[in-house]
C-alpha cells in the first residue's frame, strides 16, 4: 500500500473511532434511528451481550405498519394493529370523549382514508439514481442537469417496481443524496377502529403532563386492517409478552421517527439558543397566559380556547424543551469538537480538500448577518398572530391555498389579534405597516372593529375567495386587507431568509452528510426523514433537572393519586367506578391491579418524536407503544444524550390491565392472546410491584 493509501485508510479509521467514540460512543449510549438494512448488529451485541438476528429484524420490519402521522404493529394474524388514540382520533369523531369499543368484527369503524403500509423489502439502488461522478470533487453540488437525470431515474424505478411487485414504490433519499433505497410497501386502504379509550384517559394531565414524566396517559388504540372485505391475513404478528418491563430490560422500537437536524452545525445551535427559540417562547407564554385566562371566565369560553391552547402549549413544549438542552454548554462543546473534527478529517481527504471545509465558515457567517432580522421573521413571516384563525384564513386565501374550516369564536379572536397588533406595534413602523394597520387608535380597539366585520367568519366566503388569489387580495373584507398590508413585508422577509439562509442549509446539510457518509459508511444512521427505522434501548430511569429521580415506570396508582376530577386531571367515571368496584372485592381476576404499569421510559433514540410504534423485548414480544418523549428529549432533534432523554410508551401491561378490568373488551383480550406466552390473559396482567404509583 502507498503513502496515500495509508494515509486515508488511517482517516477512515479515526474518522470511525469518532463516530464511535467521541460524539455519542456506541459502546455507551443507544443512539440511532436506523434503517432497518443498516442496523449496528455488532455494536448492539458488544454492548449487551443479544445477537439482534437478520430473522429478528425481519420480524420487527414485516410486523410494523405506517401509519398516518406515525406508525402501529400487527398484534394478531388477522390484521388487528396496535397504535396510539392521538393517531385516530380523526376516525373517532365525536366518539372521541368517550371512546369506542367494537366487540365484533360487524360493529368496527371504517376510517375514511386511512391506510395501513407494511415494509416488504429494501434494496439499495444508489447506482441506478446516481450517476458516476467525474474529477476530484465527489460531494459538489449537482447541475440542474444532473438533477433532473436523478429525478428522472427515481420515476422509472418506482414506476418499474410498482409494475413487477404492485403496491407502493418509494425511493428514499438518505446522507442527503450519499445513498438511495428503494421502499417496497403493501398497502391496506381499509382500516377500521376497534377500540380506543376515553379522551380524557389517553390525554390525561393534557399539555401541562406532555412537557414531563410521570406520564399517565394510555395513549393506545387498535386499528385492524382489511382485505376484500374480510380481517387481513398477517402472519407476521408480535405476540403479547406475559411478562411486564422491567428496569433495565433491552428494548426494540420499531417506526417513523420524524425528521432531525443532527447535522446542524455549532453556529447553527448557537443561533437557535441565543436568538431563535428566546424570540419564540415569550411569544407563546403571552398568549397561553390570556387564553388560560380566557378559559377561566366560562364554560364556553373553556370549550373555545381548549384546541389553541393545545396547540400553543405543544409550540412551547418544543421551544421550551429545545432552548433547555441547547443551554447546557456540554451539547454545543460536544457539537463543537466533533465537528471540527470531521473538519479536519474531510480537509485531509484529497477528494475533499481544504475548499470542502469551509461549509462551516458560511454558515456562521450567514446566522451572524441573519440574527438581527430573526425577530420580524417570526413575527411577520414565520409565524404571525398565533392562534388567530381569522388571520391564518386570511393569509391562505392571498396566498392561494386552501383556507382551514371551522367556526370562529369572536371573543377568543379579539383577544388574540389585540396581542398581535401590540407585537407588531413594538416592532415600529420601520418593519412593520404600524400606521396604517391601527391608523392612531389602540390595538384592542382596531381588533374588535375587524373581527366585527370581517366576512371570513362565514364559510361560504371562505370558499367563494378559495383557489383564487387575485380575487382574494381585492376583496373589501377587513383581515383580507390586514393581511394585504403585512405581506409586502412578510414577502420581502421571506425572501431574504431564503437567500440568507434557506438555500444555505440545504445545501450546507447535504454537503455535511455526503463529507460523513463518505467518511464513516454505514457505521453512522442517517437523519430520519419520517420513513421506517428501529431503535434500541433500555428501560431505564433518570434523575430530572430538578434532582429528582424519575422511576423507569409509573402505575395505575399514581393515575389516581394525581386525579382531581378537574380540568387535565379527570379519570372518567368508568374509571372510578372501576377502583370502587375493585375496593369490595379480592377476586384478583376481577380488581384493577393498581400496581401494574401503566407508562414507562427507555433510552430509545425516537429523535423528533415517534408515534405509535411498538415496543419488543429480547423475544421479539410486544412489551408496549411508544407515545411521546420527555421534555429532556426535544434536543435529540439536534444532538442524541441518554443522560435525561427518555421515550416514553404506554406499557402492554397496562393496556391489557385496562382492556380486561375496566373496559371488559374479552374479545379482543382473547385475539391479542392467541397464541402468545403460556398463561394467557392473567399471566400478562398479574403481579405487580410494591409501589406508590411508580415502580421503584
Known amino acids: 500500500m502507498d503513502m496515500l493509501g495509508r494515509e486515508m485508510k488511517t482517516i477512515r479509521i479515526a474518522a470511525l473511532m469518532l463516530a464511535a467514540?467521541?460524539?455519542?460512543?456506541?459502546?455507551?449510549?443507544?443512539?440511532?434511528?436506523?434503517?432497518?438494512?443498516?442496523?449496528?448488529?455488532?455494536?448492539?451485541?458488544?454492548?449487551?451481550?443479544?445477537?439482534?438476528?437478520?430473522?429478528?429484524?425481519?420480524?420487527?420490519?414485516?410486523?410494523?405498519?405506517?401509519?398516518?402521522?406515525?406508525?402501529?404493529?400487527?398484534?394478531?394474524?388477522?390484521?388487528?394493529?396496535?397504535?396510539?388514540?392521538?393517531?385516530?382520533?380523526?376516525?373517532?369523531?365525536?366518539?372521541?370523549?368517550?371512546?369506542?369499543?367494537?366487540?365484533?368484527?360487524?360493529?368496527?369503524?371504517?376510517?375514511?382514508?386511512?391506510?395501513?403500509?407494511?415494509?416488504?423489502?429494501?434494496?439499495?439502488?444508489?447506482?441506478?439514481?446516481?450517476?458516476?461522478?467525474?474529477?476530484?470533487?465527489?460531494?459538489?453540488?449537482?447541475?440542474?442537469?444532473?438533477?433532473?437525470?436523478?429525478?428522472?431515474?427515481?420515476?422509472?424505478?418506482?414506476?418499474?417496481?410498482?409494475?413487477?411487485?404492485?403496491?407502493?414504490?418509494?425511493?428514499?433519499?438518505?446522507?442527503?443524496?450519499?445513498?438511495?433505497?428503494?421502499?417496497?410497501?403493501?398497502?391496506?386502504?381499509?382500516?377500521?377502529?376497534?377500540?380506543?379509550?376515553?379522551?380524557?384517559?389517553?390525554?390525561?394531565?393534557?399539555?401541562?403532563d406532555s412537557i414531563t414524566y410521570l406520564r399517565y396517559g394510555l395513549d393506545a388504540a387498535f386499528l385492524r386492517a382489511y382485505e376484500n372485505g374480510k380481517p387481513a391475513a398477517t402472519p407476521n404478528y408480535l405476540k403479547w409478552s406475559a411478562e411486564p418491563v422491567r428496569d433495565g430490560d433491552l428494548l426494540f422500537a420499531s417506526g417513523d421517527p420524524v425528521s432531525t437536524n443532527r447535522l446542524a452545525t455549532a453556529a447553527q445551535l448557537a443561533f437557535y439558543r441565543d436568538t431563535a427559540l428566546p424570540i419564540a417562547l415569550p411569544r407563546f407564554a403571552s398568549r397561553i397566559q390570556s387564553l388560560t385566562n380566557f378559559s377561566a371566565e366560562s364554560e364556553a369560553h373553556r370549550a373555545a380556547a381548549e384546541p389553541v391552547l393545545t396547540?400553543?402549549?405543544?409550540?412551547?413544549?418544543?421551544?421550551?424543551?429545545?432552548?433547555?438542552?441547547?443551554?447546557?454548554?456540554?451539547?454545543?462543546?460536544?457539537?463543537?469538537?466533533?465537528?471540527?473534527?470531521?473538519?479536519?478529517?474531510?480537509?485531509?481527504?484529497?477528494?475533499?480538500?481544504?475548499?470542502?471545509?469551509?461549509?462551516?465558515?458560511?454558515?456562521a457567517t450567514a446566522y451572524k448577518l441573519w440574527a438581527p432580522l430573526e425577530r420580524p421573521y417570526q413575527v411577520l413571516e414565520a409565524s404571525p398572530a398565533p392562534g388567530s384563525k381569522l388571520f391564518r384564513i386570511a393569509r391562505q386565501l392571498i396566498r392561494g391555498e386552501a383556507p382551514e374550516s371551522g367556526a370562529i369564536d369572536d371573543a377568543m379572536e379579539t383577544l388574540l389579534l389585540t396581542q398581535y397588533l401590540e407585537e407588531l406595534r413594538r416592532l415600529g413602523e420601520r418593519e412593520a405597516p404600524v400606521k396604517e394597520l391601527l391608523g392612531g387608535k389602540a390595538?384592542?380597539?382596531?381588533?374588535?372593529?375587524?373581527?366585527?366585520?370581517?366576512?371570513?367568519?362565514?364559510?361560504?366566503?371562505?370558499?367563494?375567495?378559495?383557489?383564487?388569489?387575485?380575487?382574494?387580495?381585492?376583496?373589501?373584507?377587513?383581515m383580507i386587507r390586514m393581511a394585504v398590508l403585512i405581506e409586502e413585508h412578510a414577502s420581502r422577509l421571506g425572501k431574504r431568509h431564503d437567500e440568507l439562509i434557506g438555500s444555505l442549509e440545504t445545501s450546507a446539510a447535504e454537503?455535511?452528510?455526503?463529507?460523513?457518509?463518505?467518511?464513516?459508511?454505514?457505521?453512522?444512521?442517517?437523519?430520519?426523514?419520517?420513513?421506517?427505522?428501529?431503535?434500541?434501548?433500555?428501560?431505564?430511569?433518570?434523575?430530572?433537572?430538578?434532582g429528582v429521580a424519575m422511576p423507569y415506570a409509573d402505575t395505575f396508582s399514581g393515575l389516581y393519586y394525581r386525579a382531581n376530577n378537574d380540568g387535565p386531571y379527570l379519570v372518567p367515571k368508568r374509571w372510578v367506578d372501576a377502583r370502587n368496584a375493585s375496593a369490595k372485592t379480592?377476586?384478583?381476576?376481577?380488581?384493577?391491579?393498581?400496581?401494574?404499569?401503566?407508562?414507562?421510559?427507555?433510552?430509545?433514540?425516537?429523535?423528533?418524536?415517534?408515534?405509535?410504534?411498538?415496543?419488543?423485548?429480547?423475544?421479539?414480544?410486544?412489551?408496549?407503544?411508544?407515545?411521546?418523549?420527555?421534555?429532556?428529549?426535544?434536543?435529540?432533534?439536534?444532538?442524541?444524550?441518554?443522560?435525561?432523554?427518555?421515550?416514553?410508551?404506554?406499557?402492554?401491561?397496562?393496556?391489557?390491565?385496562?382492556?380486561?378490568k375496566v373496559y371488559k373488551a374479552d374479545a379482543l383480550l382473547k385475539e391479542i392472546f392467541a397464541g402468545s406466552a403460556p398463561g394467557g390473559v392473567s399471566a400478562s396482567v398479574r403481579g405487580g410491584v410494591p409501589a406508590r404509583g411508580s415502580i421503584e
Open 443 to 478: 390595538p384592542k380597539e382596531v381588533a374588535d372593529a375587524l373581527v366585527k366585520s370581517t366576512k371570513l367568519k362565514d364559510p361560504a366566503e371562505r370558499q367563494r375567495l378559495a383557489g383564487n388569489r387575485e380575487t382574494a387580495r381585492k376583496a373589501d373584507d377587513s
Open 21 to 208: 467514540g467521541t460524539l455519542v460512543p456506541l459502546s455507551k449510549a443507544d443512539e440511532g434511528m436506523w434503517p432497518f438494512n443498516q442496523f449496528p448488529r455488532e455494536a448492539v451485541n458488544q454492548k449487551h451481550t443479544f445477537d439482534v438476528t437478520p430473522e429478528f429484524l425481519e420480524h420487527l420490519r414485516l410486523s410494523s405498519v405506517k401509519l398516518p402521522g406515525g406508525a402501529g404493529g400487527f398484534v394478531s394474524p388477522t390484521g388487528l394493529i396496535l397504535t396510539n388514540q392521538h393517531l385516530v382520533t380523526g376516525c373517532l369523531g365525536t366518539r372521541v370523549a368517550e371512546g369506542f369499543y367494537a366487540a365484533t368484527e360487524s360493529a368496527e369503524l371504517k376510517c375514511d382514508g386511512f391506510e395501513a403500509a407494511v415494509l416488504e423489502g429494501i434494496e439499495d439502488v444508489t447506482s441506478q439514481v446516481v450517476a458516476p461522478v467525474k474529477g476530484k470533487d465527489s460531494v459538489k453540488e449537482l447541475s440542474k442537469d444532473a438533477l433532473a437525470q436523478r429525478t428522472a431515474a427515481i420515476e422509472r424505478i418506482e414506476k418499474d417496481c410498482a409494475a413487477k411487485h404492485g403496491g407502493r414504490c418509494t425511493v428514499v433519499k438518505l446522507f442527503s443524496g450519499g445513498r438511495y433505497d428503494l421502499y417496497r410497501y403493501k398497502i391496506y386502504n381499509d382500516v377500521r377502529l376497534v377500540f380506543a379509550p376515553e379522551n380524557e384517559l389517553a390525554f390525561f394531565g393534557r399539555q401541562r
Open 586 to 660: 379480592d377476586d384478583s381476576r376481577t380488581a384493577l391491579n393498581e400496581v401494574a404499569a401503566l407508562d414507562f421510559v427507555s433510552t430509545c433514540d425516537i429523535g423528533g418524536g415517534d408515534y405509535g410504534g411498538p415496543v419488543v423485548n429480547r423475544a421479539g414480544e410486544l412489551i408496549g407503544v411508544t407515545f411521546d418523549g420527555n421534555l429532556e428529549s426535544l434536543p435529540d432533534t439536534f444532538l442524541y444524550t441518554d443522560e435525561q432523554a427518555r421515550a416514553v410508551s404506554v406499557a402492554a401491561q397496562g393496556i391489557a390491565e385496562a382492556l380486561r
Open 511 to 546: 454537503k455535511i452528510a455526503q463529507y460523513r457518509f463518505k467518511l464513516f459508511g454505514a457505521a453512522e444512521y442517517p437523519d430520519a426523514t419520517g420513513t421506517p427505522r428501529v431503535e434500541f434501548g433500555v428501560a431505564k430511569g433518570y434523575t430530572d433537572r430538578a
Open 311 to 363: 396547540e400553543l402549549a405543544s409550540a412551547y413544549k418544543i421551544a421550551a424543551g429545545k432552548l433547555i438542552g441547547l443551554r447546557d454548554d456540554r451539547m454545543i462543546a460536544r457539537k463543537t469538537n466533533f465537528e471540527g473534527k470531521v473538519r479536519r478529517a474531510a480537509e485531509r481527504d484529497p477528494k475533499i480538500g481544504t475548499e470542502g471545509g469551509k461549509v462551516w465558515d458560511q454558515v
